[in-house]
């Protein structure tokens, strides 16, 4: 059964110090995607990956870092950088750019204390 | 880079309403608008798009419309009923190679019965 899994649902930890959310496909898509939603804020795009390898700064990138080594999984960093990173944090997947769609993972929701 | 304006943040309607919301977007070469569905607790789930070489799209309740001229595009979902209730959110890009969903920041649409 294809989807987009992201791992673990509820992430908790302390301040300053760095956090790795995992995100992983098996829809064979190209693209990956990362977004942050706080409430009223819309999603913010953080990270994206067009192919292995390569990835590309979104809107709200500082803080945060991302690896691109397999097509199927785009884990997302989140730093000491990052000035309030407590939120809900979704991966999404898409064919190949962006006009197809995408497919998002039910995300990961990471509380700082 | 895009910027999407979405209005209204929230929408109250009784059950077998209309209902419509509005998205403004701001670079011109965008050509790709979809509309996105996030049930509380739930992922975001595409429910329609549109491509700026069609100025409306319909699928059963729903349908979207688009002026390229005015760069803003609009949901419609007519009969509503309670299990419409949930946030919507806009989106745009260019759709090409290297580029990413902007997105709105969302309508939290409540249908009573």
């Known amino acids: 059964d294809g989807g987009i899994t992201q791992s673990p649902k509820y992430l908790f930890r302390k301040e300053g110090q760095n956090v790795t959310l995992s995100c992983e496909q098996n829809?064979?898509?190209?693209?990956m995607y990362w977004y942050r939603q706080d409430p009223g804020q819309g999603l913010r795009l953080i990270y994206y990956?067009?192919?292995?390898?390569?990835?590309q700064k979104g809107d709200i990138a500082e803080g945060y870092s991302v690896s691109r080594e397999k097509k199927e999984s785009f884990p997302l960093t989140v730093t000491s950088a990052q000035k309030n990173p407590t939120a809900f944090y979704l991966c999404?997947?898409?064919?190949?750019?962006?006009?197809?769609?995408?497919?998002f993972g039910s995300g990961t929701r990471l509380t700082v204390v | 880079g895009e910027n999407v304006e979405q209005h209204p943040s929230t929408l109250s309607v009784q059950e077998g309403d209309s209902a419509v919301i509005k998205c403004t977007y701001s670079?011109?070469?965008?050509?790709?608008f979809p509309w996105y569905k996030q049930e509380l607790g739930k992922r975001p789930q595409l429910i329609i798009d549109i491509r700026s070489n069609v100025g409306e799209k319909k699928d059963q309740r729903i349908a979207v419309t688009l002026n390229k001229t005015a760069k803003h595009f609009s949901l419609h979902i007519t009969e509503t009923q309670p299990e419409d209730s949930a946030v919507y959110f806009c989106a745009a890009s260019s759709g090409q190679a290297g580029t990413a969903l902007i997105f709105g920041k969302g309508t939290t649409l409540s249908v009573s019965s």
């Open positions: 990956s067009q192919i292995v390898n390569d990835f």
């Open positions: 670079d011109s070469a965008s050509n790709y």
């Open positions: 829809l064979n898509h190209d693209a």
């Open positions: 999404a997947s898409s064919i190949s750019g962006v006009s197809y769609g995408y497919t």
